[in-house]
């Protein structure tokens, strides 16, 4: 059995007997709920209705809890850190005194440390806002992501985003509306918070006081990585490949670009070099809820006007708000921060709906936060609620009138967000891909051709290396092709049977594609995209002589370990649709070090 | 604010006799810049028997945003009489004294309420430090930044301002000293490195200045070009400008 006794709190017991009294008779009131996660601790909160010293015991598995993290100071509010912890593990727990557990030491109580920091480790986030009102709708939103989460509440991130305990966020409402409704995920799920306004009437974020700050353990000092804020109200911490940013926009919303929060972004955000940046508040930049316009409400302006150039400028990918009693959600944007009326389509970074099963997903060609590239905004504010509303922001591609939830899953470079509502549908969802290398294995189900041919010339010299691809005598549907000059990325990728040899992702747009009879053509000089020189898609039948081709050329085209093991497949994809073309070549005409060249037939 | 009042008039209804209730209605009112009916609340919490320092604090709250800071800080100093212990309430006097056209006395209750208070804010020291400034006390100011920093830690929000005194005041090591302070709290920075050369040109010390531009600039461009957005671009710049004027500084000594 291993004890760790809080530094400085040892001297404090006078008499264990009057302890030990206390602890008998003592009930937990609130929790276990857990905060702050990091690779190596947790914070693990309770409140009992008798003072009593603090126990957290923990182990790999109820009955085996061996190591203690003690306080002795008897309080009513325990915040007992719990450290030296191996990342991305599970831990069951019991709290209680150190007279014995209270609750725990079970298979209901236990928690995950956060994944090695920058890892790929998949993981869900489930987020609610305005979720204060308790009652039959607050349930149904609560269980209905239960059973879609397999029957457990437990996940990995718990977001709320604000106005999290109505009317006024008084403790006895949090009570009610925050750990009795959630108890059983508080206590295996590490929760954020963000300050709403109606959190506002019962705490003061300018002082910190009040009881959102009394329940709270939020990383401060960069504790859980990212830069230290100094305050609760506004913070940061990592998780995996994430970088998260919760900011206020009560009394801290930015009045310029200046100020302690605005000040303490921006080296927040010049710091970060995760994979995804996932900022949270509670008032929406874009919305048109009920009692919430986003055009004349202040604190929403400002957001917009302020915040969001300095959050796009460093690529964020998901902002997650509350405040209007909806659901709405964005298009893939950047760069809109004046009101609705003056939204176009050119703040579109894509005019799809990013809906893997629509008209597929938003693409960045990094994996890291890239400038200006699109991020979707989301007012999640219907948690035990909805009110109705016009929702006609132009912003927002999707409003709903529903109650309902968001879970986000993230795993390595694909984000995925679902808006789950208190029936238990999926209403809405979209998908965010980060990267431009082509999948790991070739698609299945392709169109094929009778006629291909696949040549490859590797240089000493990388700049005159080259290789080229032509699908011809098939068919080519044009609505299969979609429209690559406008919203549909494309792929052409090589495998032979050991992996990718070459190739990668063109996204839509810019001014290497055009429109041709029947098709369309990609070309750039820069051999910008892996490489590639051209790409040409001609519609039609074979008769009206369809076919693809590819050519690329130079260092970008990577250097592909020839000769190649057959059989070599060629593929060139619609990756919004998952339409595509192949020519699988089984033999090959040349197959040395430096050349391959592969014709069907 | 029309949603709020529309639910706690709701509430106020259920609950008529509840003091809590017309406090959260009184909060509203107050919002809504309706000064006389969120009094009118107040009183009514305290004819329900609501806590009379609980309530002075709401009455000086009103006062304050109503424009009334002489009555504020008599309710203050009436809820501090009998409860000196309540830091909180020494910011709002601070208000007060300040609206009043009082700064030292503002500046005196914002110190002592960032020493006592429980969680004191980024923002009340930076508001500390405002009030010193506009009396031309910069020395004064520092040390408020540093006072505060005692309570909330040494974080960007009011360490970078503190740099900026210390260089107007023309102590380039303590600035420096701040600056390797605040860079040990957190992964490599070029913003901070940037403000480092900065101050190391100020002071005159032109080849050290040009090896942290360099440095920030090895920073940034260790980013994926992908990854640079406007503010490094900017700092870039800034930081290629201000290397080039140190070199050419550097060559015509």
């Given at each position: 059995m291993k004890t760790r006794i809080r530094a400085?709190?040892?001297?404090?017991?006078?008499?264990m007997t009057a302890l030990a009294t206390v602890a008998a008779a003592?009930?937990?009131?609130?929790?276990?709920y857990l905060q702050t996660p990091t690779t190596a601790s947790m914070i693990v909160r309770w409140r009992t209705d008798l003072p009593s010293s603090s126990r957290v015991a923990i182990g790999p598995a109820p009955g085996s809890l061996a190591t203690n993290y003690d306080s002795l100071v008897p309080v009513t509010e325990h915040v007992v850190p719990v450290t030296g912890l191996t990342p991305d593990t599970l831990y069951y727990y019991s709290v209680g005194s150190i007279s014995g557990a209270?609750?725990?030491?079970?298979?209901?109580h236990f928690f995950r440390t956060a994944p090695t920091t920058g890892a790929s480790t998949p993981f869900r986030i489930w987020t609610i806002g305005d979720a204060g009102f308790t009652g039959a709708d607050l349930d149904a939103v609560r269980d209905t992501f239960k059973a879609y989460n397999g029957g457990t509440s437990a996940t990995d991130l718990f977001l709320l985003l604000g106005d999290n305990a109505y009317l006024t966020g008084t403790d006895m409402q949090y009570q009610a509306a925050v750990y009795d409704e959630h108890a059983e995920m508080l206590r295996t799920t590490p929760v954020y918070s963000t300050f709403g306004n109606h959190e506002r009437i019962s705490s003061q974020d300018l002082a910190q006081t009040g009881p959102y700050y009394d329940m709270f353990s939020f990383p401060t000092l960069g504790e859980a990585g990212g830069v230290g804020s100094g305050t609760e109200s506004y913070y940061s911490f990592d998780y995996a490949n994430v970088h998260f940013i919760v900011l206020d926009s009560e009394d801290f919303t930015p009045s310029s670009a200046s100020g302690p929060m605005f000040t303490w972004l921006q080296s927040d955000l010049a710091a970060t070099t995760a994979d995804w940046v996932i900022a949270l508040w509670h008032r929406p930049p874009y919305s048109r809820g009920l009692f919430h316009n986003s055009d004349t409400e202040l604190n929403e302006v400002r957001m917009r006007q302020f915040v969001l150039p300095a959050l796009e400028s460093v690529g964020v990918d998901l902002v997650l708000c509350g405040h209007s009693h909806n659901y709405e959600r964005s298009f893939f944007l950047d760069g809109h921060y004046g009101n609705?009326?003056?939204?176009?389509?050119?703040?579109?970074?894509?005019?799809?709906?990013?809906d893997p099963t629509g008209d597929g997903a938003y693409r960045k060609a990094d994996l890291g936060p890239i400038a200006n590239s699109g991020a979707v905004y989301v007012v999640d504010g219907s948690g035990s609620e909805h009110r109705n509303a016009t929702?006609?922001?132009?912003?927002?591609?999707v409003g709903l009138l529903e109650t309902g939830s968001m879970v986000i899953d993230i795993t390595g470079n694909t984000l995925t967000a679902q808006f789950l509502s208190g029936a238990g549908v999926i209403d809405d969802q979209f998908q965010i891909v980060k990267g431009s290398s082509c999948a790991p294995t070739p698609a299945s189900g392709c169109n094929t051709a009778v006629r291909g041919k696949l040549t490859v010339r590797e240089n000493a010299d990388p700049a005159r290396s080259r290789w080229s691809w032509k699908w011809k005598g098939g068919t080519i549907d044009a609505a299969d092709v979609g429209d690559p000059t406008a919203e549909t990325d494309v792929a052409v990728c090589v495998y032979d049977a050991t992996g990718t040899l070459f190739g990668g992702q063109v996204f839509h747009g810019g001014v290497a594609w055009r429109t041709i009879k029947r098709g369309f053509e990609y070309r750039d000089k820069t051999l910008a995209n892996h490489g590639f020189q051209k790409i040409k898609i001609r519609t039609g039948t074979p008769s009206l002589g369809a076919y693809v081709q590819a050519k690329a050329k130079g260092v970008?085209?990577?250097?592909?370990?020839?000769p190649a093991t057959t059989p070599i497949t060629a593929q060139f994809l619609n990756l919004d649709s998952g339409k595509c073309w192949s020519s699988e070549f089984t033999t090959t005409r040349r197959n040395q070090a430096d050349r391959l060249t592969a014709v069907i037939p | 604010l029309d949603e709020l009042d529309a639910a706690t008039r709701q509430e106020l209804a259920k609950r008529p006799d509840d003091p809590q209730r017309h406090i959260e209605r009184a909060r509203v009112l107050q919002m809504k810049g309706e000064w006389d009916a969120a009094l009118e609340e107040v009183e009514t919490a305290a004819a329900r028997g609501g806590d009379p320092d609980v309530l002075g604090q709401v009455r000086a709250s009103i006062y304050l945003d109503a424009g009334f800071p002489r009555m504020a800080k008599v309710e203050v100093d009436r809820v501090l009489a009998r409860r000196p212990d309540a830091a909180g309430l020494l910011y709002e006097r601070g208000r007060a004294w300040l609206a009043i056209g009082n700064p030292e006395a503002a500046a005196r209750d914002f110190g002592d309420a960032i020493a006592k208070g429980p969680r004191p804010t980024p923002e009340q020291v930076i508001a500390h430090r405002d009030v010193l400034l506009g009396l031309g006390k910069k020395d004064a100011a520092l040390r408020a930044l540093d006072d505060g920093m005692a309570r909330v830690g040494h974080v960007v929000s009011l360490e970078l301002p503190a740099v900026d005194l210390e260089v107007e005041l023309g102590r380039y090591d303590a600035a420096l000293a701040r600056l390797d302070r605040l860079a040990a709290t957190a992964p490599p920075n070029p913003l901070w490195i940037a403000r480092r050369g900065e101050v190391l040109d100020k002071a005159g010390r032109g080849a050290q200045a040009r090896a942290e531009y360099a440095k920030a600039l090895a920073l940034i461009d260790a980013r994926p070009a992908a990854r640079r957005g406007k503010p490094f671009v900017d700092l870039k710049r800034r930081l290629e400008m201000a290397l080039a004027s140190a070199e050419h500084r550097g060559e015509s000594r």
């Open positions: 400085g709190l040892v001297g404090v017991v006078t008499s003592t009930t937990v009131v609130r929790g276990p209270f609750v725990g030491d079970d298979v209901d609705g009326a003056s939204f176009t389509n050119a703040f579109k970074k894509d005019l799809g709906d990013g929702l006609a922001h132009p912003a927002h591609l970008g085209i990577g250097n592909p370990a020839l | -």
